[in-house]
């Protein structure tokens, strides 16, 4: 009997090893495995986020360079990675959240501000000796709670002006844009940018708002609104402006149009990725939107991010599809797909990812893409 298991068992394994051996033609078709290497959030097999749990849903890097990131899950855990030793530390289970989404900032001092779903307060972690401190995978994240940012809605986006000591977000479902000022500690509803949902659409019944915000060199914050219309608060006026640009769409399908991706260039141009998987570039100087094409067969760019050479790295692909990177050079006006998110280190493991929500470039050029899965992983792209 024992033997007839241990046969059984060792037909199994070998079944699952001989499905991870990948043929060589496949590797024209991901990215290239010098590129490219992947992370667990803890350390195997037990210190780590557990399965359900692990959906990266935001990335960001603070001012030394370390990358913090936040999941969406039965619970949401913070996490950071130092890029000196290369390893994810998870931080604990953020207290009261399931999901953190495009919501997770760090300020010039180091602190990290946290836009919570679905109780939508704002929290703050402070960074204490981290490297020298246990994994924390079953406890609490040491938070302070700052409160709602706009009471009965939860935070979906965040961005932050470290000069100015400013947070900016954006709630669901009403789509109220807000301010934090960080010194004070108090918040102001600076109005609403979606005011009706679209209507036809039946897997569509939540306002159309954009998943992220972005700055301009002027301190300027951005978010797509109703019908893919760019709304703007001015910093000078202390106004909400709806301004007379929309995002690319599909003739017809501007009322389901939304961002869900932003990056400001150091030119003072912004990109934006839409929901129907558009790259744009947009002028706030002059109040124009340049349609750079659809980069992918796929709906929905998801991330971007922009390295020291210059080019503009993207992520993008259906939810029900697997995600596939790709590169845009403004110099050429010319893309380049880079293949499937895929890692592959033959014979001993192989790890792809369908869908991505959130990408970060760090300090030193380090590209990083957030899988968002039931069991995800982080990885790292290494631009040329």
């Known amino acids: 009997m024992k033997k007839t298991f241990l046969c059984c068992a060792l037909l199994l394994l070998a079944g699952t090893v001989a499905?991870?051996?990948?043929?060589?033609?496949?590797?024209?078709?991901?990215?290239?495995?010098?590129?490219?290497?992947?992370?667990?959030?803890?350390?195997?097999?037990?210190?780590?986020?557990?399965?359900?749990?692990?959906?990266?849903?935001?990335?960001?890097v603070?001012?030394?360079?370390?990358?913090?990131?936040?999941?969406?899950?039965?619970?949401?855990?913070?996490?950071?990675?130092?890029?000196?030793?290369g390893y994810v530390q998870p931080l604990g289970f953020i207290p009261g959240a399931t999901a953190v989404t495009s919501a997770l900032a760090v300020s010039d001092s180091g602190d990290v501000y946290i836009g919570s779903t679905p109780a939508g307060?704002?929290?703050?972690?402070?960074?204490?000796?981290?490297?020298?401190?246990?994994?924390?995978?079953?406890?609490?994240?040491?938070?302070?709670?700052?409160?709602?940012?706009?009471?009965?809605?939860?935070?979906?986006?965040?961005?932050?002006?470290?000069?100015?000591?400013?947070?900016?977000?954006?709630?669901?479902?009403?789509?109220?844009?807000?301010?934090?000022?960080?010194t004070t500690g108090t918040s102001a509803d600076l109005g609403v940018i979606a005011h009706r949902a679209p209507e036809g659409e039946k897997f569509e019944t939540t306002k159309m708002v954009s998943r992220m915000l972005v700055l301009d060199l002027k301190g300027n914050v951005y978010a797509s609104g109703e019908d893919g219309f760019i709304f703007r608060f001015d910093q000078e006026?202390?106004?909400?402006?709806?301004?007379?640009?929309?995002?690319?769409?599909i003739p017809g399908r501007e009322p389901w149009t939304r961002v869900?991706?932003?990056?400001?260039?150091?030119?003072?141009?912004i990109f934006g990725g839409t929901s129907d998987g558009y790259l744009f570039r947009f002028d706030p100087e002059h109040m124009t939107v340049s349609n750079l094409g659809k980069p992918l067969l796929e709906y929905h760019i998801s991330g971007l991010a922009?390295?020291?050479?210059?080019?503009?790295?993207?992520?993008?692909?259906?939810?029900?599809?697997?995600?596939?990177?790709?590169?845009?050079?403004p110099q050429s006006a010319?893309?380049?797909?880079?293949?499937?998110?895929?890692?592959?280190?033959?014979?001993?493991?192989?790890?792809?990812?369908?869908?991505?929500?959130?990408?970060?470039?760090?300090?030193?050029?380090?590209?990083?893409?957030g899988e968002s899965e039931r069991i995800s992983k982080l990885y790292l792209f290494y631009p040329r």
Request: with cysteine.
């Open 62 to 85: 603070a001012p030394n360079g370390n990358l913090y990131g936040a999941t969406s899950g039965k619970r949401s855990h913070l996490f950071v990675l130092n890029p000196r030793h």
């Open 260 to 269: 869900d991706a932003f990056l400001l260039d150091p030119s003072g141009l």
């Open 121 to 182: 307060h704002l929290l703050k972690y402070t960074p204490h000796r981290e490297d020298e401190r246990p994994l924390r995978v079953k406890e609490p994240c040491e938070v302070t709670d700052l409160g709602p940012a706009v009471r009965g809605e939860s935070i979906l986006a965040l961005a932050i002006d470290r000069r100015a000591g400013v947070l900016y977000g954006l709630t669901f479902p009403n789509a109220h844009l807000f301010k934090f000022t960080l």
């Open 306 to 329: 922009r390295a020291s050479n210059g080019k503009l790295y993207g992520v993008g692909g259906d939810e029900d599809d697997m995600a596939r990177l790709f590169s845009y050079d």
């Open 334 to 369: 010319s893309y380049q797909i880079l293949g499937f998110v895929d890692v592959n280190r033959r014979p001993y493991y192989t790890w792809q990812a369908y869908v991505i929500q959130a990408m970060a470039v760090g300090l030193d050029d380090t590209i990083y893409i």
């Open 19 to 60: 499905k991870g051996q990948r043929t060589p033609d496949y590797d024209s078709v991901v990215v290239p495995q010098n590129r490219i290497d992947a992370r667990d959030l803890g350390y195997p097999p037990i210190d780590v986020i557990p399965d359900g749990e692990s959906a990266i849903t935001a990335l960001t």
């Open 237 to 249: 006026k202390q106004a909400l402006e709806k301004l007379p640009v929309q995002a690319p769409a």
